[in-house]
Structures are given as C-alpha cells and as structure tokens.
C-alpha cells in the first residue's frame, strides 16, 4: 500500500511537467509539422478515418487522427490510435513519447509513467526519451538522476523544448541560482514560448536577491500559471519586496485560495495577505476586494478560502467584508462549523446582533460540540441574552454603539430561544 501511495503521488508530479505541452498531430520525418489548433471539422475526420481504413499501418494519419480526436475531447479514441501507432512503428521513440503526452493529458498520470520506463528500456540514447525520463525521476525526487538524464539529452539534442527549463528546475533546487538563470535565459531565446522558463528564471532572480528584475518574468508565469501555489507566492513576495503592495494583493489572495483547506489554516499565506492589506488604504482594499476576490475563485473555487481571508479580513478591522466572504464561503460549505462560529463573533462583536449571533453559535455548536471555544461562547451569549434587561453594563455599552440588524442568506436550522 504504501509503495502503492508513494505511486500515485509521483504520477501526479509528473503531471506538472506536462503543462507546456499540447499533443500535436504530426508527420513523421522530415516535414513534421504541428496540426491546426483550430478544432477539425467533420470532413478531415473522415478524411484520417478512411486513410487508416485503407492503410492500417499509415502511422502519419494515425498521429494526425489521434490529435484530432484530443482536439475534440475525445482521449479514448485518441489513445486508440496512438497504441496503433506504437504497434504500427514499435521502433520510433516520438511515438511513444506522443503516447506519454496523451496519458498525461487524459489524466492517467501513472500509465504514462510506465510507457516512460518501458520506453528507456527501449530506447536508453533516445534524446527526447531521456528529457522524459528526466521528468520522470524529478517526479519521484530523485534530483541526481533527473540532473543526469537531462545533460545526457542537452549533449544529444540541444533544442529540445523544455530541457533548458527542466535542468533549470535542478539547479534551483540545489540552490544554483546563477546556473538556472542562464539556462531559463537560454530556454526563453530558443523558445520564448515555454511559460515555464519564465518561472525558473524568476525564481533564480529571487534567489539572486534581484527582486525588481524577477518582476517581469514573474508577470508572465503567475499569468500562465496563476493556480500553482508557489508562483503566486513569490510574484506577492517579489511585489511586497518592491514595495507594489496593490499588485501584490491578487497574487497574494491566490497563494491563500491555493493553501487553504476545512481542516487547518496556513498561517504563512494568511500573514501575507494580512501584511500586503496593512499597506493598502481601506478605501481601496473595499473598492477592489470583492472583484478581486472573485476572480480568483473561478480560477480555482475553494470554500475554505472565503473563511480564511474572512478572519484575516477582522484582523485589519474590515469586518464588513469579513462578514461578505463568510457569507460566500457558507454557500459553499453551509455546516462548516467554524465559518458560522467566526460569522457569529462579527454580527456579536460588530453589529451587536446578538440574536443573529446566537443562532449561528447554536448551530455551530450543534455542528461542532467538541469545539471547546464554539460552547464557550454560545453558552456565555445565550446566557448574557437571557438576562439583557437587567445587565446595566451591556445596555450602557450597546447605548453607545447601536446594534445593525443582520440578515442571514441562508438556512440557520437551529434557532435561539
């Protein structure tokens, strides 16, 4: 089982190398050339079909109608033909590579995991087999042997797409900054299409200490690949760094979407925001938040993200749009006992509703009754509630600041009495 585990989450890995990619439709030899990304139309489908009817083993049209069928959503069929062409032409290493790229995309990490082996076996000098199998190994962490299949395919074919980029991966990970931003440079001159190259060379300029010149290829990373977590992280870093503390703040809000879960707080991603929020005028943050804010849940939704930048929202007193992002995130995940707890704290603390309050704390608390801070103050409010018209103190206190009336947008089942 836990060879099993260990597995799967290197198949995963291996997906991330894949991002670049796109499976193309290709003739093989010499006039290779990349199909129309245009999705094809009913009558190059036929076209394909009948010439792999007429000739089995017509690998060139078995490619191209593979790629068709990807174009279309359609990775089964597509596998399909790919297989065909392996068994067609079991001797030419881009077939099977092709296939790695179909697995991948389709989702079946760990198959293309094992036509990567299978594939070395078969083809150990193969440069474009080697840049995979070094793709391979830094999926599983082995850094030594990604590092080595990469150089033995930078010696065999220096323009490989990605290969610059991917020992660039290597060199930050051993801290070889300058070695990584010489081969991102590299990568981004042979192909200044390869988004990933952007981020080794931002990356490497971070480890420089040379936040200002990161800003740049960080721009185009985090535009590329806004949901990775660590991209976003360092382009709010490099930001703050810079002192551009409002193009921080998206970044920065990314980084605590990717970070946040039901189960626990990163408190790494919340202090961020809440230090790129301390530099900003409230004004701004409550004219540009909730924009910004919703942006980046349709790149990535995540219920747990609303409740996380709620209690960092009341921790820089803008318990207004605290009380907004509770709303969304209970949406989303209604019996999460602590979004409806931290909702009831704001509607006691700040609108002094207590009844609304009340009733989010029994319902939390019915939700969560191991929860010794929820019982704690449920039981302090309701019995604080009872007794309101003999308590001089708290009618002083709430004199003085009136209550807000508040409105729940959604079903609270448990009702105070």
């Given amino acids: 089982m836990r060879k099993l585990n260990a597995l799967s989450l290197a198949a995963a890995a291996l997906a991330v190398f894949f991002a670049p990619y796109t499976v193309l439709a290709v003739s093989l030899g010499h006039d ?82 094992h036509l990567i082996e299978s594939a070395h076996d078969r083809f150990a000098d193969d440069p474009e087999v080697l840049f995979w199998y070094g793709n391979y190994f830094a999926a599983k962490s082995k850094i030594d042997d990604a590092a080595f299949a990469y150089n033995m395919a930078l010696q065999k074919n220096a323009d490989i797409e990605g290969l610059r980029a991917a020992l660039g991966e290597v060199c930050l990970d051993k801290m070889r900054y300058g070695d990584a931003l010489n081969l991102a440079n590299q990568e981004i001159k042979l192909h200044p299409q390869f988004w990933l190259a952007y981020k080794v060379k931002a990356f490497a300029l971070m480890g420089l200490r040379r936040p200002e010149e990161a800003l740049i290829p960080l721009r185009v990373a985090y535009a590329n690949y806004p949901s990775k977590a660590m991209v976003a992280r360092t382009y709010a870093r490099a930001c703050m760094w810079c002192g551009l503390y409002q193009e921080a703040l998206t970044p920065a809000l990314m980084f605590l979407n990717c970070s946040s879960n039901l189960t626990s707080n990163d408190l790494v991603a919340k202090q961020m925001v809440l230090a790129v929020l301390e530099h900003l005028p409230k004004s701004l943050v409550e004219k540009e938040l909730p924009a910004l804010s919703a942006s980046v849940q349709k790149i990535k939704p995540n219920a747990a993200y609303y409740f996380a930048l709620g209690d960092t929202l009341d921790h820089v007193d803008l318990n207004d749009l605290a009380i907004s992002q509770y709303y969304a995130g209970l949406q989303m995940e209604p019996n999460f006992a602590r979004g409806l ?59 003085m600041q009136p209550s807000i009336p508040s409105v729940i947008p959604f079903d609270v089942k448990i009702n105070a009495k």
């Fill in 341 to 399: 707890f931290r909702l009831g704290k704001d509607f006691e603390q700040e609108r002094r509703d207590y009844k609304a309050a009340l009733m989010l704390y029994a319902q939390a608390n019915h939700l969560a009754p191991q929860d010794p801070e929820i019982a704690s103050y449920f039981l302090r409010l309701g019995r604080r509630y009872k007794n309101r018209d003999n308590d001089l103190a708290w009618q002083l206190k709430d004199s």
């Fill in 32 to 113: 290779d050339r990349p199909a129309v990304e245009e999705k094809p139309d009913q009558k190059t489908l036929n076209r394909l079909a009948e010439a792999v009817e007429k000739n089995p083993n017509d690998v060139s049209a078995r490619c191209e109608l593979g790629a068709c069928y990807d174009q279309l959503a359609l990775p089964d069929l597509a596998r399909e033909q790919y297989k065909a062409a392996i068994q067609a032409a079991p001797n030419n290493p881009h077939l099977w590579m092709l296939r790695v790229k179909q697995e991948l995309k389709a989702g079946r990490s760990e198959v293309a995991m």
